[in-house]
Nanobody, 127 residues
Framework: QVQLVESGGGLVQAGGSLRLSCATSGRTFDYYAMGWFRQIPGKEREFVAGISWIGDTTYYADSVKGRFTISRDNAKNTVYLQMNSLKPEDTAVYYC????????????????????WGQGTQVTVSS
């Protein structure tokens, strides 16, 4: 059974930084792309960032490009999301997810391209 556990969320002032982590179980982490999504109540889950299985390809939503960085450490079975220059509109529950393959392809921003999800971690940015 694959499990994903996010951590690192919290309350931060606008302009501040947070680093989210997503630890995964299982020995197949290396072979799968990973992604981060976020969701606020009443809205659909929104793609934030994605990374291929060896980290040679990354994807970002336009709203976070230049501010957020996704990375992974396959030795630690962990994917990270470094968030800088945070804005109040970044407030959401952030979820990590495992891709269905090693590369995400053109559907990288679709939730259907991911098969396992974490429970989420709350990020709140105050103005």
């Amino acid at each position: 059974q694959v499990q994903l556990v996010e951590s690192g969320g919290g309350l931060v002032q606008a302009g501040g930084s947070l680093r989210l982590s997503c630890a995964t179980s299982g020995r197949t982490f290396d072979y799968y792309a990973m992604g981060w999504f976020r969701q606020i109540p009443g809205k659909e889950r929104e793609f934030v960032a994605g990374i291929s299985w060896i980290g040679d390809t990354t994807y970002y939503a336009d709203s976070v490009k230049g501010r957020f960085t996704i990375s992974r450490d396959n030795a630690k079975n962990t994917v990270y999301l470094q968030m800088n220059s945070l804005k109040p509109e970044d407030t959401a529950v952030y979820y990590c997810a495992r891709g269905r393959g090693g590369y995400l392809g053109s559907s990288y921003s679709s939730a259907g391209s991911y098969d396992y999800w974490g429970q989420g971690t709350q990020v709140t940015v105050s103005s």
